[in-house]
């Protein structure tokens, strides 16, 4: 068995070694243009000229939970795409929209400029059942999010594209319960991924239908939102801020007025990273699983986009 390992802007070689490790019966290597021919992939961005060159894969293992980029390739019909499914995710990605959800709640940022100036200050309570979190996209990330905020008390409502029932989570699902949602959500976080359906979809029309003082935290992908429209809601009042880890163009220009817009938190790409022993533990597994025959957990939908 060949795995051939194709990354942009990334070593390959400590991924060559675990796989090779996990796997020793299998021929691990880096792809260079030219390679021999290969029965699995593990790629990030890979450029159209690697998939050209391997028609005979059976499997590309993309090293994220985004496939977005990668269906935007010419892939050969029946060349299976399976996306990192968790792997250490979404602890990370709870983690960070936890941490979003308290400190706009709580005001603490408020009070580390209150601190930072030298002044002893209180502010009155806020209450949870006035903060409702929507959570877009109820997938593996998603559903990890709801039930961290949940573990908190703030009352939280769910949106995805089939019907999902969650403990604790008040579910909508598709398009015509979105107004529904966003109506009973104060503070909105995407974690849907990116498709032709979703590209756009956080705009004027949508975060306005949020409760007065709406707070927006988007985890997904940058081309959800149509950022000027999220500009001119917070300078209107009608939005309170905004936590971003993801943006149309990465990284973020230098002049672009995210970075120092006052109510504007701006995050690296970096709310859940992927961690390398495990998505190898896991890719190796899949590999062994699927020359057993078993079925896989991850396997992307070309046709729905995720
Ligand atoms: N910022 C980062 O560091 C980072 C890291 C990892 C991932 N991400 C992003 O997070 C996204 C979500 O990851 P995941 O692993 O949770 O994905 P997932 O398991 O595929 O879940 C996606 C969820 O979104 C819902 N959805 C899809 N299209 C929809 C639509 N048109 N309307 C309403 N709901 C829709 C799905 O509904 P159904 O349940 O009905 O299918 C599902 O609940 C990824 O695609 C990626 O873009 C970001």
């Not at 499914?85 to 400029?113: L, N, P």
């Not at 409502?157 to 699902?173: M, Q």
Request: glycine content about 8%; aromatic content about 8%.
């Amino acid at each position: 068995m060949n795995i051939t390992v194709c990354f942009d802007k990334l070593d390959p070689a400590p991924w060559v070694q675990g796989l090779q490790a996990a796997l020793p019966q299998a021929r691990v290597s880096a792809w260079t243009p030219g390679a021999a021919a290969a029965d699995h992939a593990v790629v990030w961005a890979p450029p159209q000229r690697f998939v050209d060159e391997q028609p005979g894969l059976q499997t590309l293992f993309n090293i994220g939970a985004g496939v977005d980029a990668l269906l935007k390739l010419r892939l050969p019909a029946g060349l299976q795409v399976v996306r990192i499914d968790d792997a250490g995710m979404s602890v990370q990605m709870a983690e960070y929209v936890t941490q979003a959800v308290i400190r706009h709640f709580r005001e603490f940022d408020a009070y580390a400029a209150d601190t930072q100036a030298g002044r002893w200050s209180y502010r009155k309570p806020r209450s949870r059942a006035d903060f409702p979190v929507g959570v877009m996209g109820l997938g593996v990330l998603g559903a990890r999010v709801a039930q961290a905020l949940r573990v908190f008390d703030y009352p939280v409502n769910g949106y995805s594209r089939s019907p999902k029932a969650l403990e604790g989570v008040r579910c909508f699902a598709g398009p015509e319960q979105l107004g529904d949602f966003l109506q009973a959500s104060r503070i909105l976080v995407n974690l849907m991924p990116l498709t032709p359906e979703t590209e756009n979809i956080l705009n004027r029309a949508t975060l306005s239908q949020l409760r007065p003082g709406g707070y927006l935290i988007n985890v997904a992908r940058g081309h959800h939102l149509v950022e000027e429209d999220l500009i001119a809601l917070i300078d209107g009042g009608q939005l309170a801020g905004a936590t971003l880890d993801v943006f149309r163009q990465e990284p973020l220009p230098a002049e672009h007025p995210f970075w120092h817009h006052p109510n504007i938190t701006v995050t690296p790409h970096t709310s859940a990273r992927t961690l390398r022993e495990e998505s190898i533990a896991q890719i190796a597994g899949k590999i062994l699983a699927r020359q057993r025959g078993e079925p896989i957990r991850g396997v992307v939908d070309a046709q729905r986009g995720y």
